[in-house]
């Protein structure tokens, strides 16, 4: 049997990206993904591109959360938007800080995830299911993995619904985040977001940003591997399809991809455990 699962896009940037990933989505479509989802840049700067793409999967009948990032925003900015947003017909968000640009002051009225949350349940009540990110591996920016732990309880009492993790390729910390949370009471769906594996200096590049740490083993061979990039999709495809089953088998609730705005390599995965043609 397979999982519910959920599709991550980023907004194009050119009218050949958005014609591009509107064939994307179709391909996706046929594994009748649970919702899809459009990242958000940070201080805005996407919220047209993100809204628009959220816009078309509402119309092509399929649910779409819109990622909303708080970091720089006012409380003015954000009544705008959900009003935007609710308007659209959207009834999913995940609900983050982000990440401001080098460059751009800090300002705005939202320290953390947490208080958007909260923001958001105040000012919409129960008119959103409300993700959050969760961090297996510790959010590069946590005082210790107790403090980010503490972080991430912070977002669920706030009144997040569920959450979509940074990726990993350890399906061990998963589990014990999962473990570590279940000991706080949060009883919420913690589902597994997944990095196909396409490109090793992509990843790597990736990786280092976000804190996702990939295991020596895994670093060792793709560099081995060079330019040779048949080699790194089949290992890559191995690894991944590896990791899936490893968490179906635990019982991990659904499975969140990270789809780089490309069919292949995610439906790679799907064949490889079953579940598409
Ligand atoms: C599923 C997923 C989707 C994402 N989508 C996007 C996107 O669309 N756009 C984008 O820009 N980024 C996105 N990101 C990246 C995310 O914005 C960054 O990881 C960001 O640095 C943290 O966001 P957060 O919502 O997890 O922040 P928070 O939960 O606020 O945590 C940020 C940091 O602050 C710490 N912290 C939180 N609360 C407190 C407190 N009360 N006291 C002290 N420390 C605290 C945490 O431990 C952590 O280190 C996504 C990440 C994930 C996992």
Redesign the pocket.
Known sequence: MRLPLSFEFFPPKTPEGVVKLRAVRAQLYAMKPEFCSV????GGSTQAGTFGAVQEILAEGVDAAS?F?CVGATRETVRAQLAELRGMGVKRL?A????LPSGYGVGGEFQ???DLVAFIRAETGRDFHIE????PEV?P???SAE??LQ?FA??VRAGADSA???YFFSAEAYWRFVDDARAKGLDLPIVP?IMPITSSTQLMRFSDA?GAEIPRWIRLRLQGFGDDTASIKAFGLDVVAQLCERLQAGGAPALHFYTMNQSVATLGVLQRLGWAA
């Open positions: 990242t958000y840049g940070a990622h990032s995940v983050l800080r982000g990440d953390y995830a947490s959050v990110a969760a961090y959010h920016q946590a005082r403090a980010d972080a912070a977002k979509i993790t940074q977001g976000c």
